[in-house]
């Protein structure tokens, strides 16, 4: 329960710092700072709490991926940034969903957000191939894959926790998971696009 | 397991486990065989994906665990003042129900615009009052007039029939003959002439009460027919004397409804051959009692003519303020023609039906 959510919106410095730096609360604060005005935003364009929540969470991934670029430059302020992404993915949406209403909503280009917006799009692509691939590769492939690529886990961390005897066996077993997640992937990758 | 061993240095390399001599050589192996450096290119490029995929799943989670911590549903509450279900509906397919409104309000608009509901209806009622247009005929009237007696200063623009209501001069006819009128003459078979003054109207019944102002006349004989106060029944025999030319004219028919055009009570419907000119004109039974004025028909519709019921015309005399009568207005009740056939009867009728012209 935070019921006192306007009461301290912190500064946009502090909190690209601290995502920067991975704080969690940092996270936290960004979340619970701007999140009613997005909700707002949908609810007032016929939009539910669950449209809120995934419009609000891709932008904030948006701007984390700004962020934690290096050649990171944010030319407006914090709320204005994520309002305007909000806003593009939402009318976005709807576009897509109109089949009543045959009002069409103006994207007015803010060209900052919209090129930022195409990469995103263009990541979103690919990660979902790579979670198809991930989702067809079965275990324990998929957990060794995970805890060694995504999770940055060492070998001997992973060797313990599936009981390998020695860690060339566990190297070999990554090794053969690690060509067919490829051949899975690839073989998507080619289907798709 | 060339291979194999490949990926593994490769991985080893970019995570920083090597040591900075296994760094060099690994190194120098990349810049000697350009196929190792491709494979080692892909597969870091295939890691660095794995890792953005995987630090993107993180934050997705971290991200759903603070949003279960806001309190989602209060929020809204204060966000939004509750609106109800219909609002929302309303709100959502106001479009649809604008064109649909639209497309029923055209349909019914149209189809009683091309079905004729909304021309003119009352165009199918004719009021009998006659135009007299033909001024040269007006004209050479005028000029006898002018030479042999007392004569009227300008033509007649309409005409109507009036009928005496008592012997001392009061007369009968339809409002809309003498509307408008600056001056009213009525002239006789005879072609005596005499000036009238509009003593009452009564626009609602379209009944007008006349009286003869005329220092030539002083009074008639009694009046042969009487007024029946009583409604007639359907299949009466009816029938009108009036001045639809400049002549008198007999028509004969019969009662063949008790109220009138669009279900008027006031008047009945009667089927005679009557035309513009006959308003005002007495509707008498074979009795030669008067039951009524005739005082329209209806156009496009054959052999429906109009006449007030008698009762109209005695509610419109009592009606009369007493001041504004100076002579006694009494009713005859005394029928002299009952037993009379009808060539008789119009002999003695025809002296009190009267040309009305209204100047």
Same mark, same amino acid.
């Given at each position: 329960?935070?019921?006192?959510?306007?009461?301290?919106?912190?500064?946009?410095?502090?909190?690209?710092?601290?995502?920067?730096?991975? !704080?969690?609360?940092?996270?936290?604060?960004?979340?619970?700072?701007? #999140?009613?005005?997005?909700?707002? %935003?949908?609810?007032?364009n016929?939009?539910?709490?669950?449209?809120?929540?995934?419009?609000?969470?891709?932008?904030?991934?948006?701007?984390? *991926?700004?962020?934690?670029?290096?050649? #990171?430059?944010?030319?407006?302020?914090?709320?204005?940034?994520?309002?305007?992404?909000?806003r593009?993915?939402w009318l976005k949406?709807l576009n897509?969903?109109s089949?009543?209403?045959?009002q069409t909503y103006e994207l007015e280009?803010?060209?900052?957000?919209?090129?930022?917006?195409?990469?995103?799009?263009?990541?979103?692509?690919? #990660? @979902?191939?790579?979670?198809?691939?991930?989702?067809?590769?079965?275990?324990?492939?998929?957990?060794?894959?995970?805890?060694?690529?995504?999770?940055?886990?060492?070998?001997?961390?992973?060797?313990?926790?599936?009981?390998?005897?020695?860690?060339?066996?566990?190297?070999?077993?990554?090794?053969?998971?690690?060509?067919?997640?490829?051949?899975? +992937?690839?073989?998507?990758?080619?289907?798709?696009? | 397991?060339?291979? !194999?061993?490949?990926?593994?240095?490769?991985?080893?390399?970019?995570?920083?486990?090597?040591? &900075? !001599?296994?760094?060099?050589? +690994?190194?120098? %192996?990349?810049?000697?065989?350009?196929?190792?450096?491709?494979?080692?290119?892909?597969?870091?490029?295939?890691?660095?994906?794995?890792?953005?995929? /995987?630090?993107?799943?993180?934050?997705?989670?971290?991200?759903?665990?603070?949003?279960?911590?806001?309190?989602?549903?209060?929020?809204?509450?204060?966000?939004?003042?509750?609106?109800?279900?219909?609002?929302?509906?309303?709100?959502?397919?106001?479009?649809? +129900?604008?064109?649909?409104?639209?497309?029923?309000? *055209?349909?019914?608009?149209?189809?009683?615009?091309?079905?004729?509901?909304?021309?003119?209806?009352?165009?199918?009622?004719?009021?009998?009052?006659?135009?007299?247009?033909?001024?040269?005929?007006?004209?050479?009237?005028?000029?006898?007039?002018?030479?042999?007696?007392?004569?009227?200063?300008?033509?007649?623009?309409?005409?109507?029939?009036?009928?005496?209501?008592?012997?001392?001069?009061?007369?009968?006819?339809?409002?809309?003959?003498?509307?408008?009128?600056?001056?009213?003459?009525?002239?006789?078979?005879?072609?005596?002439?005499?000036?009238?003054?509009?003593?009452?109207?009564? &626009?609602?019944?379209?009944?007008?009460?006349?009286?003869?102002?005329?220092?030539?006349?002083?009074?008639?004989?009694?009046?042969?027919?009487?007024? =029946?106060?009583?409604?007639?029944?359907?299949?009466?025999?009816?029938?009108?004397?009036?001045?639809?030319?400049?002549?008198?004219?007999?028509? $004969?028919?019969?009662?063949?409804? $008790?109220?009138?055009?669009?279900?008027?009570?006031?008047?009945?419907?009667?089927?005679?051959?009557?035309?513009?000119?006959?308003?005002? /004109? &007495?509707?008498?039974?074979? @009795?030669?009692?008067?039951?009524?004025?005739?005082?329209?028909?209806? *156009?496009?519709?054959?052999?429906?003519?109009?006449?007030?019921?008698?009762?109209?015309?005695?509610?419109?005399?009592?009606?009369?303020?007493?001041?504004?009568?100076?002579?006694?207005?009494?009713?005859?009740?005394?029928?002299?023609?009952?037993?009379?056939?009808? =060539?008789?009867?119009? $002999?003695?009728?025809?002296?009190?039906? #009267?040309?009305?012209?209204?100047?």
């Amino acid at each position: 329960m935070r019921n006192k959510i306007n009461s301290s919106i912190p500064a946009d410095n502090n909190l690209i710092q601290g995502i920067r730096d991975g !704080a969690t609360n940092s996270l936290d604060s960004l979340y619970t700072a701007y #999140f009613p005005m997005i909700l707002q %935003l949908v609810l007032h364009n016929n939009g539910n709490e669950d449209d809120a929540k995934d419009i609000f969470q891709e932008a904030v991934i948006v701007l984390y *991926t700004k962020i934690t670029t290096e050649n #990171f430059e944010l030319k407006s302020k914090l709320k204005t940034y994520i309002y305007a992404v909000c806003r593009h993915l939402w009318l976005k949406k709807l576009n897509q969903n109109s089949r009543f209403s045959a009002q069409t909503y103006e994207l007015e280009s803010v060209a900052d957000v919209e090129i930022d917006l195409e990469q995103h799009e263009e990541k979103n692509e690919q #990660f @979902k191939l790579m979670q198809h691939a991930l989702g067809q590769l079965g275990e324990p492939c998929r957990t060794i894959i995970e805890e060694f690529y995504l999770n940055n886990r060492s070998m001997q961390e992973i060797c313990e926790q599936f009981g390998y005897t020695n860690a060339d066996n566990a190297k070999t077993q990554k090794y053969k998971c690690l060509q067919r997640l490829k051949k899975l +992937f690839f073989k998507d990758e080619g289907l798709e696009l | 397991m060339k291979d !194999a061993q490949l990926i593994n240095q490769t991985e080893a390399y970019l995570r920083g486990e090597f040591s &900075p !001599a296994e760094c060099a050589a +690994f190194e120098l %192996l990349c810049k000697e065989n350009p196929e190792v450096q491709q494979q080692v290119n892909a597969h870091k490029e295939l890691m660095s994906l794995l890792a953005a995929y /995987g630090e993107r799943q993180r934050l997705q989670h971290a991200m759903d665990l603070i949003h279960e911590q806001i309190d989602v549903v209060s929020l809204k509450n204060d966000l939004i003042p509750t609106s109800a279900n219909v609002i929302q509906l309303w709100k959502r397919y106001r479009a649809n +129900f604008a064109i649909a409104a639209t497309v029923a309000i *055209t349909a019914v608009f149209g189809t009683l615009l091309f079905s004729g509901y909304f021309a003119d209806h009352s165009s199918y009622y004719s009021a009998l009052r006659r135009e007299i247009n033909s001024i040269k005929r007006s004209q050479n009237v005028l000029a006898k007039n002018i030479n042999s007696k007392k004569g009227i200063a300008n033509p007649g623009v309409f005409g109507g029939t009036g009928f005496a209501l008592t012997a001392n001069g009061y007369l009968a006819t339809n409002y809309h003959v003498i509307k408008g009128a600056d001056s009213v003459y009525i002239q006789n078979a005879a072609g005596d002439t005499y000036k009238v003054k509009t003593v009452f109207v009564q &626009p609602d019944y379209d009944i007008a009460i006349l009286q003869i102002v005329d220092p030539a006349f002083d009074s008639f004989a009694n009046l042969p027919y009487a007024f =029946k106060k009583t409604d007639s029944d359907l299949g009466e025999d009816v029938f009108t004397l009036g001045f639809p030319r400049d002549e008198q004219v007999y028509g $004969k028919g019969y009662l063949s409804a $008790k109220t009138g055009f669009a279900g008027d009570t006031v008047s009945y419907q009667i089927s005679i051959p009557v035309n513009p000119g006959n308003s005002g /004109g &007495p509707l008498l039974d074979s @009795k030669g009692n008067v039951i009524g004025i005739i005082s329209g028909k209806q *156009t496009r519709t054959d052999g429906a003519a109009f006449a007030i019921k008698t009762n109209y015309l005695l509610k419109s005399l009592e009606a009369i303020p007493e001041a504004d009568l100076d002579r006694n207005l009494s009713l005859n009740a005394k029928n002299s023609i009952s037993s009379l056939n009808r =060539k008789e009867q119009l $002999k003695k009728i025809q002296d009190y039906v #009267f040309m009305v012209r209204v100047y």
